[in-house]
C-alpha cells in the first residue's frame, strides 16, 4: 500500500509589508497555500496577526530574523549584533561567520531570538513551526538555541532545506555557480540539523524546496518539479507578494507577482493532487508523527 503524500505550501516574510500580506491571504483563500512564517519586526505585523486570526485555517509560524532586517531588541542590549539603529547586517556569510567565531554574540543571539519568540507569542497565534530569513535559523549556534527554547515555546517543527541538486538543475539551469554552493553549505547544515533535531524529538519535513530556486518558484518550476517529487512530507517556500508604491520589496521586481501567480495555477493545484499530494500544513500534522 503506497504511503499518503503530504505537501506544505508556505508563504514566507509574513509582516513585512502590506503588499506581502495581501498576497500571503490571497494565495491562501485563492490558491494552494497553506501556511505561512511571520516576521515580528517586519513594519506590518500587526496587520498579519489580525489578518491570520482572521483566517484560521492558515498555519503561522516564526520567520526568525536575524540579518538583512531589524531586530526586536533595543541595539544597547544586543551591540553586537546590529547598529545604532537595530538593523542587522545585510550579508549573510559575513553575519554567520561572526555569530560562529565572535564569543559576545551567542549570548546577545539567545536573548533576541527569544524575544522574537516571545512576541510571537503575544501576538495569541499558535506556533506552528520555526523557519529564518535568509535561512539564518540553521546556522549551528542559532539551531541550539532554538532547541534549547523548544520546550518553553512550544517549538514542534523547525525547517531544514533539502532538495536535490541534479533535478534542480535539470528544471533551472541558471546561477548555476551559487547552486553549486548553497547545494554543498546547505547540504551540510540539513546533516547536523538532522542529527539535533532527532535528538530531540523535534521534526523536520522529508525534503524542502526553494532555497535553489529563491526568487523563481514559478508556475512552470513547479509544475516541473511536483511529478519528481519522491517524499511524503514535502515543504514548499516561496514568497508571494504584490508591489504597492512607496513599499519596500523583499526579492527582486517582478518576483513576488511571479510567485503569486504560481499558488494560485489551477494547474499547479491539479498536479498536486494528480501526483498524490494532499495538501495540508504544520498544524494539521500535530496529530500523526512527522517522516524523517
Not at 553549505?185 to 530531540?200: A, I, N, Q
Not at 529563491?214 to 519522491?230: K, M, R
Not at 498536486?272 to 500535530?286: D, V, Y
Request: overall charge negative; proline content about 4%.
Amino acid at each position: 500500500m503506497q504511503a499518503q503524500k503530504f505537501a506544505i505550501i508556505n508563504g514566507d516574510d509574513f509582516g513585512f509589508s502590506h503588499g506581502v500580506n495581501q498576497a500571503i491571504i490571497k494565495a491562501h483563500k485563492e490558491g494552494v497555500l497553506t501556511s505561512t512564517s511571520l516576521m515580528v519586526t517586519g513594519e506590518a505585523f500587526d496587520e498579519a496577526v489580525d489578518l491570520a486570526h482572521a483566517h484560521p485555517t492558515l498555519a503561522v509560524g516564526l520567520h526568525l530574523v536575524l540579518v538583512c532586517g531589524r531586530a526586536a531588541l533595543p541595539p544597547s542590549q544586543i551591540p553586537h549584533l546590529v547598529d545604532s539603529t537595530g538593523n542587522f547586517p545585510y550579508s549573510a556569510p559575513i553575519s554567520g561567520l561572526r555569530y560562529q567565531f565572535i564569543q559576545a554574540t551567542h549570548e546577545e543571539l539567545r536573548q533576541e531570538i527569544r524575544a522574537q519568540l516571545e512576541k510571537f507569542r503575544s501576538s495569541g497565534l499558535r506556533l506552528s513551526h520555526v523557519d529564518g530569513h535568509l535561512h539564518m535559523h540553521v546556522h549551528p549556534v542559532v539551531l541550539r538555541i532554538l532547541v534549547d527554547l523548544a520546550d518553553e515555546f512550544g517549538i514542534r517543527v523547525i525547517r531544514l532545506p533539502c532538495e536535490e541538486l541534479g533535478m534542480s538543475l535539470r528544471l533551472d539551469r541558471r546561477n548555476l555557480l551559487t547552486k553549486l554552493v548553497w547545494a554543498g553549505v546547505f547540504g551540510g547544515l540539513r546533516r547536523y540539523g538532522e542529527g539535533l533535531l532527532k535528538s530531540k524529538g523535534i521534526g523536520f519535513a522529508e525534503r524542502v524546496y526553494g532555497l535553489l530556486q529563491t526568487g523563481s518558484v514559478t508556475e512552470e518550476y513547479l509544475l516541473g518539479l511536483i511529478p519528481q517529487i519522491e517524499a511524503n512530507l514535502v515543504e514548499i517556500y516561496c514568497h508571494p507578494a504584490v508591489a504597492i508604491a512607496g513599499e519596500p520589496l523583499n526579492g527582486p521586481l517582478g518576483a513576488g507577482e511571479a510567485e503569486l501567480a504560481a499558488t494560485l495555477s489551477e494547474q499547479v493545484s491539479e498536479m498536486l493532487a494528480a501526483s498524490g499530494f494532499e495538501l495540508t500544513n504544520f498544524e494539521q500534522q500535530r496529530t500523526q508523527p512527522l517522516t524523517y
